[in-house]
Nanobody, 124 residues
Framework: EVQLVESGGGLVQAGGSLRLSCAAS????????IGWFRQAPGKEREGVSC?????????YDADSVKGRVTISRDNAKNTVYLQMNSLKPEDTAVYYC????????????????WGQGTQVTVSA
């Protein structure tokens, strides 16, 4: 059974940091690109960051978070991390990780597997 489980969300003050984790199981992790997405109340789901399959040499960050996030992967642990710094209230959302059997993908419809999400709330 394919599973993606996010953790690390919570309540943080503006300017603070969080590290999200995405633990994967049930598929050949190395073969999959992993993406982080978020959805705020009343808004569409949007891409945050993604990392290529294999060695994770290629990453892509959305303009809204560029310079404030770092995505990484540990294939030995089947886990992807999203380090978020200088958080802003507009970063408040449910954060999801997802997997696609591809080198890299930025488009939401391309992703095959999704986690249940973790809430990130940034107070002003």
């Amino acid at each position: 059974e394919v599973q993606l489980v996010e953790s690390g969300g919570g309540l943080v003050q503006a300017g603070g940091s969080l590290r999200l984790s995405c633990a994967a199981s049930g598929f050949t992790f190395d073969d999959y690109a992993i993406g982080w997405f978020r959805q705020a109340p009343g808004k569409e789901r949007e891409g945050v960051s993604c990392i290529s399959s294999g060695d994770g040499a290629i990453t892509y960050d959305a303009d809204s978070v560029k310079g404030r996030v770092t995505i990484s992967r540990d294939n030995a642990k089947n886990t992807v991390y999203l380090q978020m710094n200088s958080l802003k209230p507009e970063d408040t959302a449910v954060y999801y990780c997802a997997a696609v059997r591809s080198r890299l993908a930025t488009l939401i419809p391309l992703y095959d597997y999704w986690g249940q999400g973790t809430q990130v709330t940034v107070s002003a």
